[in-house]
């Protein structure tokens, strides 16, 4: 069983920045790719940002390139998004995701109980 436990969500003002955290626990964590998505109420579950289970490969949706960056700590588990040059429309639930094996093949399938992200104008 993997347990994900985002933090680090707030209330920020536009041109701001905040850093969330996904602590992960459980068995073979090291070795999962992990990712962010975060959701909007009445809209669909958006991908934001992957990275390799040894940090090596990323991937990122275009609408954040430039201000969000990822990053992970493989001795404490955990993974980092650093966000930059914060908008009123990035306010919304972040959650943190982890699958087994590669980046860039399967679904996720491990996720948190979500953080909340308001950026205000």
């Known amino acids: 069983q993997v347990q994900l436990v985002e933090s680090g969500g707030g209330l920020v003002q536009a041109g701001g920045s905040l850093r969330l955290s996904c602590a992960a626990s459980?068995?073979?964590?090291?070795?999962?790719?992990m990712g962010w998505f975060r959701q909007v109420p009445g809209k669909e579950r958006e991908f934001l940002v992957g990275?390799?289970?040894?940090?090596?490969?990323?991937n990122m949706t275009d609408s954040v390139k430039g201000r969000f960056g990822v990053s992970r700590d493989s001795a404490k588990s955990t993974v980092y998004l650093q966000m930059n040059s914060l908008k009123p429309e990035d306010t919304a639930i972040y959650y943190c995701?982890?699958?087994?094996?590669?980046?860039?093949?399967?679904?996720?399938?491990?996720w948190g109980q979500g953080t909340q992200v308001t950026v205000s104008s």
């Open positions: 995701t982890a699958k087994p094996g590669l980046l860039t093949i399967g679904s996720w399938v491990h």
């Open positions: 459980g068995r073979t964590v090291s070795r999962y790719a």
């Open positions: 990275i390799s289970w040894n940090g090596v490969r990323t």
